[in-house]
């Protein structure tokens, strides 16, 4: 708790949310890789505070410049002008420490999505609500120079999104190695909208009046299909997690892919559909052997799901409804 006090207290003083002589209580939250990120009873009510670490909390060694504090408030501040409840309201910055204090979210009123998801709360029609945000986000910002100018946080992105999922499992597939590499490249280079780099169930609150978005520390103006695999590799993931309810997780995948297709306009519908299919293979396996895989897998689960990635990886599909029903039919053998 002293290491916490130490950076918080002093962030507090500076953005004008504690007065010097204030001892606030503090209380470390769990959950997050790459932040410290803590709730602090203030004599005005209860804020979060969240400061970027150099180091993530991974198996892995993996670091990461600061500079992603940067681009998560850019991110916030950005989409809050077209989507404002679907983001924590900003309360202050401090530069010096890197941190940033935002809302608190009550979670009795804020479940976090993955915790339904694990509980078996799974609904369609909250997964649609996800996707129709997502590409309004996207609509809103595609094809804006200025953004792009303002958003062009390549590195981070390269440093915690390119080279930890693909060239890490490139490590360990070298037949996949040209293709993952290739991705990467192409990835990099498709600049067409603000992403949010991290659409994760973990990051996704159910509020009362919609999704809320946290934790865009992988922010950048890329590939907007970047986003929409990396949601969809956890509904396909979830039915390992939690086999009675895979009916329903491939239903909300259904019903995600529908709706951010739907929304689509700023490209065809098939291109960013092809390049969604390809990074959801590609992300399935990263979270397999890359630096970053997913906590809740068995080994059994890891075989089956690294087969059908590794399938997908070196022969890519084009309509994400033929990876959906070859997942189905992998899960019933």
């Known amino acids: 708790m002293a290491n916490e006090a130490s950076v918080v207290l002093p962030a507090l003083v500076r953005m004008g949310l504690a007065a010097a002589e204030e001892h606030p209580e503090i209380v470390p ?8 990120i803590v709730r602090v009873e203030t004599r005005n009510g209860p804020l979060c505070i969240k400061q970027a670490l150099p180091e993530l909390k991974v198996a892995s060694h993996w670091s990461a410049p600061l500079a992603r504090n940067h681009a998560e408030l850019a991110w916030i501040r950005e989409v809050a002008q077209t989507l404002p409840n679907a983001v924590p309201e900003i309360l202050g910055e401090d530069a010096q420490s890197y941190c940033f204090a935002m809302q608190w979210l009550a979670p009795e009123q804020h479940p976090v999505w993955k915790i339904q998801l694990r509980d078996g709360q799974v609904s369609p029609d909250f997964a649609a609500q996800v996707a129709r945000q997502l590409v309004l986000i996207h609509a809103a910002t595609a094809n804006q120079p200025a953004l792009a100018e303002r958003f062009a946080y390549d590195r981070n992105f390269f440093e915690l999104r390119l080279d930890p999922y693909f060239g890490a499992t490139a490590q ?28 994760s169930p973990k990051n996704i609150l159910a509020g009362p009046s919609g999704p809320i978005f946290l934790d865009a520390e992988c922010a950048v103006y890329g590939d907007p299909a970047f986003d929409v695999a990396f949601c969809l590799t956890h509904l396909i993931a979830k039915c390992l997690w939690r086999p009675a309810s895979t009916e329903n997780y491939l239903a909300c995948f259904d019903t995600f892919a529908e709706h951010y297709l739907a929304g689509v306009q700023w490209e065809s519908v098939a291109a ?7 990074l959801l293979a590609a992300i399935l396996l990263a979270r397999v052997d890359g630096k970053s895989p997913l906590e809740y897998l068995t080994e059994p689960d890891r075989t089956k799901l690294r087969a059908f990635a590794r399938r997908w990886v070196l022969s890519p599909a084009t309509r994400l409804a033929d990876m959906r029903a070859a997942w189905k039919e992998e899960l019933a053998a």
């Open 272 to 278: 960013i559909e092809a390049r969604i299919a390809t």
């Open 172 to 199: 360990v597939h070298s037949d996949c190695a040209p293709m993952l590499q290739a991705l990467i490249e192409k990835t990099a280079s498709n600049r067409l909208a603000l992403i949010h780099g991290d659409i």
């Open 29 to 36: 939250l769990t959950g997050g890789v790459s932040s410290l």
